[in-house]
């Protein structure tokens, strides 16, 4: 019999689709805007010792499910804790509303983003650092 080999772009695709199975996705904030309407939702994807933990805000609609965070909702933050110095502190964000359209995104100085976007479903992004 002869082994069966895959393409590597066949492996690739394999891999992708098992790619977020192992992945565990926790809700650590959920911050809803102030006269309602749409919310900030802050969650920690964590994919193994392997790799870093990474922490995304994306603004949801009020009545839209967190589970369309791994499905399609585009997060206007994302930051990579792999280079985290050993004394930061455990909070890596602080997302507050200013207003209506208006958000502020805080995070800790020595931690690096790895996406910023500046405006997002008519909600301009303000960033900061401590």
């Given at each position: 019999?002869t082994?069966?080999?895959l393409?590597?772009?066949?492996s690739l695709?394999?891999?992708l689709a098992?790619?977020?199975r192992?992945c565990?996705?926790?809700?650590?904030?959920?911050?809803?805007?102030?006269?309602?309407?749409?919310r900030?939702v802050?969650l920690?994807t964590?994919?193994?010792a392997?790799?870093?933990l990474?922490?995304?805000?994306?603004?949801?609609?009020e009545?839209?499910?967190?589970?369309?965070?791994?499905?399609?909702?585009?997060a206007?933050?994302t930051l990579?804790d792999?280079?985290r110095?050993?004394?930061?502190p455990?909070?890596?964000?602080?997302?507050r509303?200013?207003?209506?359209?208006?958000?502020?995104?805080?995070y800790?100085h020595?931690?690096?983003p790895?996406?910023?976007d500046?405006?997002?479903?008519?909600?301009h992004i303000?960033?900061g650092?401590?």
């Amino acid at each position: 019999m002869t082994p069966v080999r895959l393409a590597p772009s066949m492996s690739l695709l394999v891999l992708l689709a098992c790619y977020d199975r192992v992945c565990a996705h926790r809700i650590l904030e959920d911050v809803p805007v102030m006269q309602g309407g749409l919310r900030a939702v802050v969650l920690q994807t964590n994919c193994g010792a392997a790799s870093s933990l990474r922490f995304h805000v994306a603004l949801l609609q009020e009545g839209e499910k967190e589970r369309t965070l791994l499905t399609g909702v585009r997060a206007v933050f994302t930051l990579r804790d792999a280079r985290r110095p050993p004394d930061a502190p455990p909070e890596r964000l602080r997302v507050r509303w200013l207003s209506r359209d208006s958000i502020s995104i805080m995070y800790d100085h020595r931690l690096a983003p790895a996406k910023q976007d500046r405006e997002e479903r008519g909600v301009h992004i303000v960033y900061g650092t401590w």
